[in-house]
């Protein structure tokens, strides 16, 4: 991954170029339904977007071009090497994915979703209002984030709408 630090960004599109595909490499973007016995259904809504990673500049870098979230540490095997996460709630999500729509591939579909449940519930990390339709969104993106989904491949339709060779870079030295 290309650290911020090697990179100058000449504005906020470039930055939303590099996360987005920060996101759509590294990162998972989900809706929730953690058990919640103070809620009349046992549970409540919760989204986040997780990344994880041994490079704990890099999650320095997604905090900052987020403008929030949290890095805390991963719980990985014993044999494996340390890992943190970088955590993204429900409000900073409101902010940050509308701005990364033009720029996601992968996660595109599932971002989209994302936003519509952020709309239904209630500000903050948990909400209970529009369940049915919550109950909609929750099971399409459950289907889109399995591993190797049939489903999830058909949204690789398209393409990003560069306006120059240096975003094309961007996005480029952000995968490898």
């Not at 650290?3 to 998972?28: G, H, P, Q, V």
């Not at 900052?64 to 044999?79: D, L, T």
Request: glycine share 6%; aromatic share 6%.
């Amino acid at each position: 991954m290309l650290s911020l630090i090697m990179l100058k960004f000449k504005n906020s599109r470039e930055e939303s170029i590099w996360l987005a595909c920060i996101i759509d490499t590294e990162s998972s973007i989900g809706l929730y339904k953690p058990k919640n016995k103070n809620c009349a259904k046992g549970y409540s809504w919760c989204s986040t977007l997780r990344c994880a990673s041994t490079d704990f500049n890099l999650l320095g870098n997604v905090q900052s071009a987020c403008k929030g979230g949290a890095i805390c540490k991963a719980i990985v095997g014993s044999n494996r090497k340390e890992q943190k996460q970088f955590v993204l709630s429900s409000n900073g999500l409101r902010h940050i994915l509308p701005k990364l729509i033009p720029f996601l591939l992968v996660k595109k579909r599932q971002a989209k979703l994302l936003i519509e449940a952020l709309s239904l519930m209630h500000t903050g990390v948990n909400g209970d209002s529009n369940n049915d339709r919550l109950l909609e969104i929750y099971n399409e993106m459950k289907k889109l984030n399995q591993r190797g989904s049939v489903t999830a491949n058909k949204n690789l339709k398209g393409s990003i709408k560069f306006i120059s060779d240096r975003e094309k870079w961007i996005w480029l030295a952000a995968m490898v």
